[in-house]
């Protein structure tokens, strides 16, 4: 979704807040957010050439400055600074700041009055919503400046990948589409696809329309990509000539999906990493598929369950985050509930002082919970192999654990004797003898908000 569109829907969902949100729209327009991302950028690009330490001081100085401004003029951690002691001028290193509890998404959904600034009008900042993938939605409020500032990190980290501004790109990412599949956006220049209408019998149609665009550039939910994917191996179709890359965020790629995805379209698969929230932004090296979280950004930490610090490589934890930039609505140690695995201390190949991981694994939400207890991750269990091949989509959903459900979209050579047997065993094996599995077959699967996919409806209470 571009942030036109995220504006446009946050207006339709909060009528009251849509005069702050048609100004914005208005401001995406003019010569000053051209400027300002332009700025942003150049700002980006020369400071990806500092030394660790300069890097270091600029996040103590940018996460003093957010906890300045928020013990003076946010309700709620002025509040919260007394309760634990915190003295923002006394933050000598970026890990004091651990002195202070992490922040719950349930927080900000309850006392979002008392996260606002007192000191910034309405008419400077603009309202979002996360589309709720982890089961909690959460409604925010960033400053004006937020809109260009991610454009310009976002194209730094994807010219690694040979994008440029302006290039010719289609979006499957969720974009609502009124009366038809695609539009052309005259402001971005892009092939809008709507990614809710990704059924068996119009992937020809999109299909054709791709090719007919000739995009150099698909920035799409990893979802939708492997649909179109999916289609284009099944068919035998070649690759689109033009796409030079797949771009694909907001939503966890699994390794299955990126095979597919370069199998069918011949190029590489860019994964990057954010969240509306907009306390933490990364994307892969144009060297291999480490994350390259920026420092500029954020303040990111990983940590265990019991709140400690996680830094062995290899070693995963939960991603909890401060944004750097943030004065409408500072979100300080705020939870992401995303998981990652901790990287090298830093990246060889391009040189670059950034923190890495090696991968998202995932989100606390895409975990099933055995009867034991066991955890076992999405990624262990979705699959690319023969035994889906007769299997449009599939998603699992969990109420109770030890027991999961698998609905499937099949296909018509789908077999319910031959393939659900033999899906069952091969499922059964990774889930181990602690987990009951029922399948169900159905017509269609719907998209969640902003037509995301979730491989797992999961309906437990996981710490979310």
Request: charged letters at 25%; aromatic letters at 10%.
């Amino acid at each position: 979704m571009s942030v036109t569109e995220a504006l446009r829907a946050a207006a339709a969902k909060a009528p009251d807040r849509a005069l702050g949100v048609t100004a914005a729209i208005g401001r995406l327009t003019s010569p000053r957010y051209w400027r300002g991302v332009h700025r942003w950028q150049r700002f980006v690009e020369e400071s990806e050439r500092w030394s660790p330490e300069r890097l270091e001081a600029y996040q103590l100085e940018r996460l003093s400055a957010v906890l300045a401004h928020s013990a003076e003029h946010v309700p709620y951690y002025r509040e919260l600074f007394v309760e634990h002691g915190f003295e923002p001028g006394d933050l000598r290193s970026l890990e004091d700041v651990r002195a202070l509890p992490m922040l719950e998404k349930r927080v900000v959904q309850e006392r979002t009055d008392e996260l606002i600034a007192q000191n910034i009008p309405p008419s400077n900042r603009s309202y979002f919503t996360t589309a709720g993938s982890s089961g909690t939605p959460v409604g925010f409020w960033h400053d004006n400046d937020e809109h260009h500032r991610q454009r310009a990190f976002m194209t730094v980290q994807w010219k690694r990948v040979g994008y440029t501004e302006g290039a010719r790109s289609a979006v499957l990412r969720g974009s609502v589409v009124h009366g038809a599949l695609w539009q052309k956006d005259a402001l971005n220049g892009t092939l809008v696809m709507s990614s809710y209408h990704l059924t068996q019998d119009r992937l020809p149609a999109y299909v054709a329309r791709l090719r007919a665009f000739s995009p150099a550039f698909v920035q799409a939910y990893p979802s939708s990509a492997a649909i179109v994917a999916r289609y284009l191996v099944d068919a035998g179709e070649p690759p689109i000539a033009s796409v030079r890359a797949i771009l694909c965020g907001s939503e966890t790629l699994f390794p299955e999906q990126r095979e597919l995805i370069e199998q069918a379209f011949g190029c590489r698969v860019y994964s990057w990493y954010g969240q509306s929230e907009a306390v933490a932004l990364g994307g892969e090296c144009e060297h291999d598929r480490t994350i390259h979280l920026f420092p500029q950004y954020g303040y990111v930490e990983v940590v265990a369950e019991d709140g400690s610090p996680v830094t062995e490589r290899g070693a995963i934890g939960e991603i909890v985050a401060t944004g750097l930039h943030a004065r409408a609505m500072p979100l300080i140690r705020y939870r992401t509930n995303d998981l990652g695995i901790v990287g090298a201390d830093r990246c060889e190949r391009c040189g670059r002082p950034y923190r890495l991981l090696e991968r998202i694994e995932g989100r606390l939400q895409e975990f099933v919970v055995t009867s034991t207890g066991r955890r076992i991750s999405m990624t262990a269990i979705n699959m690319h192999s023969p035994v889906f091949d007769n299997v449009f989509q599939f998603r699992f959903a969990q109420e109770r654990p030890g027991e999961v459900r698998l609905r499937i979209v099949p296909k018509e050579s789908y077999s319910r004797d031959a393939d659900g047997a033999q899906i069952e065993r091969e499922l059964l094996q990774k889930l181990g003898d602690d987990m009951a599995l029922r399948l169900e077959l159905v017509d269609e699967i719907p998209r969640g908000g902003r037509g995301k996919y979730r491989f797992l409806d999961q309906m437990l209470d996981l710490g979310a």
